[in-house]
């Protein structure tokens, strides 16, 4: 088929979708494929088809363990849970000569070691990786602070559980906390709770350990494209809600 009529049945799609197409999303990647000049045939890496979550499991969680949010609170060995924002990303990127990419909100961001950046209460986004230069390419062949070209190795595994009804969150979490220890959990000024765990440097337990995750209802998203933006622990949400932190465990974050 042609590339227009390639874009029209991607387009028929977007009912199905976990988020609403961009503007011109669908024609840009469509361009770029038909643009393409491949001297050779690419060898893709077949990734499993990932699992749907399971509702009845996550129900069954909170109804028999029953736990909530102030629970994960009390049971946070640090307590003091209001600290700055850049207290915390010390404890999570160590190095301070490595870049982060850091969002006032989605479109206004930047690249640049910890000490330069300002006002991070007041942001919104991170990356949850170092940054490997100051610019990457998009697919669009634009330079940007924020792409996938120059986002290192993912240092967590991030579960944001929109899915899942807001009162099991807290019970997934610590469900998890049983294969894999906990590093932090936060609120995202909505209604959801995010879960960040340490990876574990062996590529094939955390990809099981992202299997059991997405299908206790962790969007898949952040799975498939580890240089998403996620909420910066002790931001503010675009609303004017905090995204507070509510579980701290910095001892068992990895500091290489």
């Keep these: 088929m042609d590339a227009g009529e390639a874009a029209r049945h991607l387009q028929s799609y977007d009912g199905t979708l976990r988020r609403q197409l961009a503007k011109n999303e669908v024609e840009r990647a469509v361009e770029r494929a038909y643009s393409a000049k491949l001297d050779a045939p690419i060898k893709f890496e077949r990734i499993p088809e990932l699992p749907e979550w399971n509702s009845r499991e996550t129900a069954r969680l909170y109804r028999e363990t029953g736990t909530t949010v102030q629970d994960l609170i009390d049971a946070s060995p640090q307590q003091y849970l209001d600290l700055h924002p850049s207290e915390i990303l010390k404890l999570l990127f160590p190095d301070p000569s490595g870049l982060l990419c850091i969002g006032f909100d ?55 559980f929109d899915s899942p009804p807001s009162e099991e969150h807290a019970a997934i979490i610590t469900h998890l906390d049983s294969f894999r220890p906990l590093a932090m959990a936060l609120s995202s000024g909505g209604k959801s709770l995010h879960a960040w765990f340490p990876v574990s440097g062996s590529i094939e337990d955390d990809r099981l350990f992202w299997r059991l995750c997405i299908a206790l209802g962790a969007d898949p998203a952040l799975f498939r494209n580890h240089s998403q933006f996620v909420r910066m622990p002790n931001g503010t949400r675009g609303n004017g809600k905090p995204q507070s932190v509510i579980y701290f465990n910095p001892s068992i974050i990895a500091l290489s």
């Design 106 to 160: 989605k479109s206004t961001f930047a690249t640049a070691t910890l000490v330069e950046f300002e006002d991070l209460e007041k942001c919104q986004f991170i990356t949850p990786a170092y940054m490997t230069a100051i610019h990457g390419e998009t697919l669009e062949g634009k330079l940007s602070m924020h792409s996938k070209s120059n986002t290192g190795e993912r240092r967590f595994i991030i579960c944001d």
